[in-house]
């Protein structure tokens, strides 16, 4: 049994999706969590249509229902948790009637996916960005471990958590320690004995207070005490939530150096721009996946003009600043952080090199690396490690309440031709592209608005202007549109800010809006934004 | 995420060699364990054997008629012989009948089966019915040139159950007047296509081309022998798909997937596939 | 499951009115429950693809073709890619994928030889000169009666005139000595108590007291063989089928006779409908398997309305359904069409053509008995072999094998048609030489030149087979066939070089196309024949090799019969010198 839950890995992770659809053809049963009828829905048994960012109630009440239905796996709870009664206190007043008001959803469904899941012989939750890009990100991804830790469906073979990473190396960003407040393997800057080791390998004496992530920097740059920014391969003046004030802050800097392959936004606004080699295709490397498999990247053609490797850059700006970065050798790079991250000590660079590299955790050479991480919950002794935590957690709507002014919800999403802000899926040709507005037919009806015509969107942030195209894939009160075409509508000028201060991450997935017709199908074809 | 193999052995016999292969080995597995060589052209490594070119046929001790070696298993005793003048006449007679409807010009492997069976499509009646199809160029992507379509199934296979499961294409007609096609031949862009081009990838006569390399053969600048392929990691989402970048003169002029990988396993995204060239 | 996506062409009110009748909105592959809960999924699809076809063939009826805006309806009620359903729609000759530009009935008139010697052309040329929309088919299974036509109606039902022509008696009726077409032609084929008065139902009965195991035991002592063309003991299916385990298992009468040459099966399933019925209930509670399904050519139109009403009938008399006949066991049948598709009587080709698939057959092994309908296990039979099981039943296998020889006892059914004193289906023992056969069927109308044998996957025999007894054992021996009992006689006025090149058409257009030897086989085949015909002159040594080269990859590499026989034919008219030598 499959729960995909706030993902349309059937677009943002084709390949992934390939080997759900292996196991739905093995006879897997999936159900689809997602406010949205999306392309992966369409492969679902089920989809269920919860309103936007009521995630948390919709899981406490599967919850609820398991242990009352009496089908929490007992011995899993007693051997390898702890919290199960604070859980089962706070999920009480979720009843499968209570979450059907909150979710919009009937309740006999709430009854049913607990079952489903509780019952199952294997079961995994998958979930990408719908979990995540909320302003309580976290408890939200807490809340779908809760019901693994109820049924025990995780650390085994074919049963899991699987959360899916939106890019190529976000996960290998993070085991590389270009995350504010750890080192390589995820070690705290903030630990002492961590801190000793790197400040022996590294040789000087290391800060120990954690740095801030981007979210934090912009209020930073708000506050006056950020005033040089130093952007590798991002772009921030366009992904931000509420970008116009983002660019603002970002106008306001004393410096902005931005080191990336393409002209971004963020790079036109900078006051030095560094050109880069393309990671992937043009130099050495490793970068790693979703699944913690580490492989390797390397040059297929050189690069043109004066683009330089990140590398090399790096080490100039080091040098320049009168320091010594080491050996500009990806190889030595690599092997220094082999000697520094247990979980890749066993990965040399010979065996990355055969085909399918190799997943982490894997500590000596010998070692085939891991399919999946918490089997230890199934050890006798744990592994020695504390039992895991079950988390009680309060369900909260979108910070954003809809009102009379901005009567819809407004989410935001990935569609298969395109990436991110679309610099680098923009350069080619695809026949499926479409730029616009998805609205429900009811609503497109009551606001006499028809397929094809120009509209403009309002969130208390600012308004955009395009193309409408009526579907049937959302529920009445939605609308959708991607963030890949913001040199023709700038989307995140409407997202909400609001973020998560436990990972940073903005409520990208629920604005309010309020739409308006400004041009009808034929004037708009002439006027409006379309991408070809 | 290596699937668990039953090392429980089954020999046959590969022309009077003794092989040991896996259970539920096919034949010709047997024949690649023997290091026979044979050919095949509907079969593909990462595809479910629909047996429809019979060109990898074998004789089998006991057996009526030829089998086909790729979705054939082998079963304990088998004797099968590989080069006997029965399984050299059909295979022969395949590749001559393909040959005399089909423009087999880009498909080299088979070509150099098609020499050494001594295959000679001129001795058919002048004028018979060819393919006879215009070349479809109906977006950048990829271009489907029918003329060139051996009707192997790969692509159908590769666009639905084996991998994509979107089913754009399917064989259309019957007999000799069989198709692949969208329904009503709509074209590409108004069809189900998501421009994986996982068939394109599967394709072994070149009927479906990328776009870039169908541009520099017309230019007549498609240089193979000056190609580098180079695998790297896609670009975009966290999946962790392999490329192989085919480049020409520095510049990426096809992309495709090793076969041999867990994870894609010869298949792409559109954005894999295609979203490099802003490189 | 798939991405599914459909143009802008929807179905019309009669599109949609035409889908419904065969698949309700509620049980649609994806079912909008409440705005925010949405029932679809693998298993929905899976169990509503089966009825693709039979969609197809209402929306074909009822609006004359199938268009774009048909064919999405009916790909997402069912939950079948477009492109999918738009490759089995153009599987089948019945079924048009392009606007005829009309709503008129169309008329097919057969163009194979036992018509073609009866004067299609000119009947053909008098329909057109009427206005007609005349379309040529392959052979309508009333060779009896030809030349023969088969009106394909539009939103009115399908038509054979021929079936209310009083001049086409069956020739045996009531003789004594008759075992299969014992009640043909005699009993009420309406009347499920007129076919109790004749011994209906007594096998059920019988076979029921006896326990599945005596049931099977009784068949393959009797020594039955299949009289689908490939003569596979019956009792060894059937012993495979019964071993396998478990509920899901299925019993398949073939009826879809396209063998030109071929019409027992619909003379059968018209005049005695219920012993195709009785035969496979015994069949299902043999085997195990409580699902039964009639597979009937799309042509036949009469023995199709006689079997439903048959099966209706039955079930209602608790012959099936949950508790047959008190036996305690499960056995119910249900009917799927064809829609012109020779290849769809191939058995494996059969079960893709019910499953919703395109009618491509599957290699084998694995076999039906393990791997059939919906890749469950199936025994598959034609009706004939099926009825012969009455008997061995009742009478036993000693009783049964009283008649023919020791390697091929019983009877068998023959469908004489061409040159022939009275065309018409003839059962006599097996044994009876040719000659005797065709003195039974009467007085030759000229002198005989050649006869077909086992139609048109078969060979030509000349005059000196007349003393060949009508055995498999000695057919084989001569390197013959009975293949599916067809004898039809040429005389010495027939042009057989057109008979044989119709044949090669015929085997040109029915391949299915999948594998390489016969898709371009035939193909090529035909084209050889065709520049024969033309040049007038002997067949050339370097023709003559080419045609054999061909013949043998078709024999050796293709996947199913069809291949292996496509040449059989053509070669046994040039080693009689039929065709091939300069006129
Ligand atoms: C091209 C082709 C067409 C066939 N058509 C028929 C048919 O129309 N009816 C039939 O009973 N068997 C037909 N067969 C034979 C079936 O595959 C199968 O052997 C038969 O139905 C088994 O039943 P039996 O054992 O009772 O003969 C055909 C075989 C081939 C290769
Ligand atoms: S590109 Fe992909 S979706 Fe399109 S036809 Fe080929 S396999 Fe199917
Ligand atoms: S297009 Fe290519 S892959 Fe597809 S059937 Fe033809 S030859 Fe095979
Ligand atoms: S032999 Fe002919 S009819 Fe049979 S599978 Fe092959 S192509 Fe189809
Ligand atoms: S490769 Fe085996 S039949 Fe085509
Ligand atoms: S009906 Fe015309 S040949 Fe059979």
Not at chain 1, 183 to 203: I, M, S
Not at chain 1, 217 to 245: C, Q, T, W
Not at chain 3, 425 to 445: M, S
Request: proline letters at 6%; hydrophobic letters at 40%; aromatic letters at 6%.
């Amino acid at each position: 049994m499959i729960f995909l839950w706030g993902s349309n890995a059937r677009e943002a992770h084709p390949i992934f999706f390939h080997h759900v659809l292996k196991g739905i053809d093995n006879g897997a049963r999936m159900y689809c969590v997602d406010p949205r009828y999306t392309s992966s829905a369409q492969f679902s048994d089920v989809w269920v249509g919860i309103d936007v960012g009521t995630d948390i109630a919709l899981a406490n009440g599967i919850g609820r229902e398991i242990i009352h239905a009496g089908l929490a796996n007992q011995d899993f709870i007693a051997h390898s948790t702890q919290g199960f009664e604070a859980y089962a206190a706070s999920v009480e007043p979720f009843t499968s009637e209570a979450v059907a008001a909150i979710c919009g959803i009937p309740a006999e469904v709430v009854v049913e996916m607990a079952h489903a899941y509780a019952t199952a012989d294997k079961a995994q939750i998958l979930w990408t960005l719908g979990i995540t890009e909320h302003h309580n990100a976290v408890d939200n991804v807490l809340s779908l471990c809760n019901l693994a830790l109820l049924t025990g469906h995780v650390g085994r073979w074919g049963s899991g958590l699987v959360p899916l990473r939106g890019q190529n190396n976000v996960q290998g960003g993070g085991d590389m320690g270009a995350i504010p407040n750890k080192f390589p393997g995820f070690a705290g800057v903030d630990d002492p004995d961590h801190r000793a080791r790197f400040e022996t390998a590294y040789g000087r004496e290391l800060n120990p207070v954690p740095g801030l992530h981007l979210t934090l920097m912009f209020e930073a740059m708000e506050r006056g005490d950020l005033r040089a920014l130093y952007v590798i391969g991002e772009n921030p003046a366009d992904s931000e939530a509420d970008v116009l004030h983002a660019r603002a802050q970002l106008e306001s800097l004393d410096i902005l150096v931005v080191q990336d392959i393409l002209m971004t936004r963020t790079a036109e606004m900078a006051d030095v721009v560094l050109p880069a080699s393309v990671a992937w295709a043009e130099s050495d490397g490793t970068v790693t996946s979703s699944e913690r498999r580490v492989q390797r990247v390397r040059p297929a053609v050189s690069p043109p003009g004066q683009a330089r490797h990140d590398i090399d850059i790096l080490c100039d700006m080091a040098e320049a600043m009168g320091d010594e970065l080491g050996p500009r050798d990806p190889e030595a790079a690599w092997d220094e952080l082999r000697s520094l991250s247990a979980m890749h000590g066993g990965m040399a660079w010979e065996r990355l090199e055969a085909a399918g590299g190799l997943q982490w955790p894997c500590p000596d050479e010998d070692h085939p690396g891991s399919a999946f991480l918490h089997g230890w919950l199934w050890a006798d002794d744990l592994e020695g490690r504390e039992p895991a935590p079950f988390s009680a957690l309060e369900h909260e709507g979108p910070t954003e309440e809809l009102s009379e002014e901005f009567p819809l919800r407004l989410t935001t999403g990935r569609a298969l031709d395109s990436y991110n802000t679309g610099v680098q899926s923009g350069k080619y040709d695809s026949p499926l592209r479409f730029a616009g507005l998805d609205l429900n037919a009811h609503d497109a009806a009551d606001l006499g608005i028809a397929d094809g015509d120009q509209v403009r969107v309002c969130s208390p942030r600012g308004s955009v202007e395009m193309n409408a195209r009526v579907v049937s894939s959302l529920p009445r009160g939605l609308a959708f549109t991607t963030l890949h075409h913001p040199e023709l509508i700038d989307v995140n000028v409407l997202t909400n800010p609001d973020w998560d201060p436990k990972s940073g991450t903005a409520e990208f997935k629920a604005a309010a809006v309020r739409v308006e017709r400004i041009a009808t199908h034929q004037t708009a074809a002439t006027a409006g934004a379309s991408v070809g | 995420m290596s699937s668990v193999i039953t090392e429980t052995a089954v020999t046959i016999q590969v022309d009077g060699q003794e092989v040991a292969v896996p259970e539920g080995a096919t034949i010709l597995d047997a024949c690649d364990a023997a290091g026979v060589e044979t050919p095949t052209i509907c079969y593909g490594p990462t595809l479910t054997p629909v047996n429809v070119c019979r060109v990898c046929v074998v004789e089998l001790d006991g057996s009526r008629a030829l089998v086909p070696s790729c979705s054939r298993p082998a079963e304990e005793g088998m004797v099968v012989h590989t080069d006997s003048e029965r399984v050299r006449h059909s295979r022969k007679m395949v590749l001559e009948f393909l040959a005399t409807g089909v423009d087999v010009s880009q498909a080299d492997e088979l070509g150099q089966w098609a020499e050494h069976y001594g295959a000679d499509p001129d001795r058919y009646v002048p004028g018979g019915e060819t393919m006879d199809e215009p070349v479809r160029v109906q977006d950048n992507l990829y271009i489907r040139d029918y003329d060139k379509c051996v009707l192997c199934y790969r692509c159908v296979e590769a666009c639905g159950d084996d991998a994509q499961h979107t089913y754009a294409i399917s064989v259309a007609g019957r007999g000799f007047g069989a198709r692949i096609s969208t329904e009503f031949d709509v074209t590409l862009p108004d069809s189900a296509c998501v421009y994986c081009g996982n068939c394109v990838a599967v394709c072994p006569t070149n009927a479906l081309q990328f776009k870039t390399e169908f541009d520099l053969r017309q230019a007549d600048d498609w240089r193979p022998e000056d190609q580098t392929v180079t695998q790297t990691v896609c670009s975009y989402c966290g999946v962790g798909c392999n490329l192989e970048l085919h480049v020409q003169d520095n510049q990426i002029v096809k992309c495709t997937s090793p076969d041999d990988h867990d994870v894609t396993k010869g298949n792409l995204c559109i954005k894999g596939r295609f979203g490099w060239n802003y490189v | 499951m798939a991405d599914l996506h459909f143009g802008e062409d929807q179905p019309t009110e009669a599109e949609r009115a035409a889908i419904d009748a065969i698949v309700s909105q509620a049980e649609a592959a994806t079912v909008v429950e409440t705005e925010r809960v949405v029932r679809g999924g693998r298993s929905r699809r899976r169990g509503l693809r089966h009825q693709l076809l039979p969609v197809l063939h209402s929306l074909q009826h009822e609006i004359g073709w199938i268009s774009p805006g048909g064919l999405n309806g009916a790909a997402e009620r069912l939950g079948v890619p477009p492109a999918e359903a738009y490759g089995v729609a153009t599987f089948y000759e019945l079924l048009r994928t392009t606007d005829p530009g009309h709503r008129d009935d169309v008329v097919h008139v057969c163009v194979d030889p036992a018509c073609a010697m009866a004067g299609n052309d000119d009947l053909q040329a008098s329909l057109e000169a009427d206005g007609a929309r005349v379309h040529a088919s392959p052979c309508l299974g009333q060779c009896e009666r030809a030349p023969a036509l088969f009106i394909q109606g539009v939103g009115r039902p399908d038509q054979v005139p021929a079936d209310d022509d009083e001049k086409f008696r069956l020739p045996q009726a009531g003789d004594p000595g008759l075992r299969v077409l014992r009640r043909v032609g005699v009993v009420d084929p309406t009347s499920l108590d007129s076919y109790r008065d004749h011994g209906g139902y007594e096998a059920l009965a019988a076979a029921i007291e006896m326990g599945p195991d005596a049931v099977i035991t009784a068949i393959s002592d009797s020594g039955l063989s299949g009289r689908g063309g490939a003569a596979f003991p019956t009792g060894i299916k059937w012993r495979a089928v019964a071993d396998e385990p478990g509920p899901d298992k299925h019993v398949v009468a073939n009826c879809d006779e396209s063998e030109p040459g071929t019409f027992k099966d619909r003379i059968v399933c018209e005049h005695d409908p219920f012993a195709v019925i009785e035969s496979m209930t015994i069949a299902g509670l043999a085997t195990g398997a409580p699902h039964g399904w009639i597979y009937i050519r799309g042509e036949y139109p009469r023995a199709t309305a006689r079997l439903e009403d048959a099966i209706a009938q039955a079930r209602a008399a608790g012959l099936l359904g949950d508790d047959v006949a008190g036996s305690g066991q499960r056995f119910d049948i249900e009917v799927r069409r064809g829609a012109g598709a020779y290849i769809c009587g191939e058995e494996t080709a059969l079960f893709n053509s019910i499953e919703g698939f395109r009618g491509e057959p599957r290699n084998k092994p694995p076999f039906p008995t393990t791997h059939g309908l919906f890749s469950q296990p199936t025994a598959i039979n034609n009706p004939e072999t099926l009825i012969n099981v009455l008997d061995i039943v009742i009478d036993g296998p000693d009783a049964y094998r009283s008649v023919g020889t020791e390697r091929s006892p019983g009877t068998r059914l023959f469908c004489l048609s061409g040159r022939v004193g009275v065309p018409g289906l003839y059962e006599v023992p097996f044994g009876t030489t040719l000659g005797e056969l065709l003195d039974v069927a009467g007085e030759p109308t000229g002198d005989l030149s050649a006869v077909l044998l086992g139609g048109a996957a078969g060979v030509f025999v000349g005059p000196d087979a007349l003393d060949m007894p009508l055995t498999l054992e000695d057919t084989r021996e001569a390197g013959a066939t009975l293949g599916s009992g067809v004898v039809m006689v040429f005389d010495d006025t027939v042009d057989m070089e057109a008979i044989v090149v119709r044949i090669a058409e015929f085997f040109r257009d029915e391949s299915c196309g999948q594998c390489v030897p016969c898709r371009v086989g035939t193909q090529r085949q035909h084209e050889v024949l065709v520049e024969l015909q033309s040049s007038r002159q002997p067949l050339a040594p370097q023709r003559a090799e080419l045609i054999d080269d061909m013949a043998l990859a078709m024999v050796d590499a293709s996947i199913c019969g069809l291949g292996h026989t496509a040449a059989s034919a053509v070669r046994s008219a040039l080693a009689l010198g039929l065709i091939g030598n300069s006129q």
